[in-house]
């Protein structure tokens, strides 16, 4: 299986209840598959700066935006492949650009132990990783993700994420997809990925079902609710609030 490595696209995220979960999958069922990666187990390694430059930047909510991450499907070995990714927001649309490697380039890499080879991502990665300095492994997020593509419209791409939890300690994702639970265990985080607006069809879907889009950010709420109380600052209330 190729991974894609280069996206742009909207993404509009959803919380919803299990009710709404099940009227959703039903109706997406005749238009919708399992895509390449169907039912896994994603693990995300956030980096930050010492002070939680980035984190705290994103959660302002500004017009252009950036993290960096070492994402896995299942938990890796040191062989295993990995992608290094850099991901923007600037004016609602998402770009992501990510290098696969093994799990041992990628750490090394990451800790400036060792370089991969030559291309436009690795460039980009290596000004984001000058840019901001002391960059170190933050938080580390996993969730059980359902990923489904359009039937007629690959390109169209729904993901449901459950049981989504976070840990600040042992930030190596070789030790395990455990952690706190950041959501309550009967919301479903639903995601769409759209090459443009949403198709009439599934606007119309989302409409009778009742649902409505969330401002969430996985990194940003576990910020909240286990690493900015330890440093005693201030985070906007709002910030997660259904629209």
């Given at each position: ?6 996206f ?27 895509d ?35 994402r896995?499907?299942?938990?890796p070995?040191?062989?295993d ?65 359902t ?16 049981n ?13 997809d ?9 919301t ?27 401002q ?28």
């Amino acid at each position: 299986m190729d991974a894609q490595l280069d996206f742009r696209r909207h993404e509009k995220k959803y919380l919803l209840t299990p009710a709404q979960y099940e009227t959703v999958r039903a109706r997406l069922a005749p238009r919708m598959t399992p895509d390449c990666y169907g039912e896994s187990t994603v693990l995300s390694l956030y980096y930050d700066t010492p002070d939680y430059a980035l984190v705290r930047a994103s959660l302002e909510r500004p017009v252009y935006k950036e993290k960096l991450r070492l994402r896995a499907y299942g938990v890796p070995g040191p062989d295993d492949q990995t992608f290094v990714e850099i991901k923007k927001k600037y004016e609602g649309i998402v770009y992501k650009r990510r290098v696969a490697l093994p799990l041992h380039e990628a750490r090394d890499y990451l800790a400036d132990r060792w370089h991969p080879a030559d291309s436009q991502t690795v460039r980009e990665l290596d000004f984001f990783q000058r840019r901001y300095q002391g960059l170190r492994p933050a938080a580390l997020l996993c969730y059980d993700r359902t990923a489904l593509s359009g039937a007629e419209d690959a390109a169209l791409r729904v993901t449901f994420d459950r049981n989504v939890r976070g840990r600040c300690v042992q930030l190596d994702l070789a030790r395990g997809d455990w952690g706190n639970p950041i959501l309550p265990p009967e919301t479903v985080l639903m995601e769409l990925k759209l090459p443009e607006s949403a198709p009439l069809w599934l606007a119309r879907l989302l409409s009778e079902a009742g649902v409505h889009p969330a401002q969430f950010s996985k990194y940003g709420t576990y910020y909240q609710q286990a690493l900015a109380p330890q440093r005693r600052v201030n985070i906007r209330k709002d910030v997660f609030t259904c629209a």
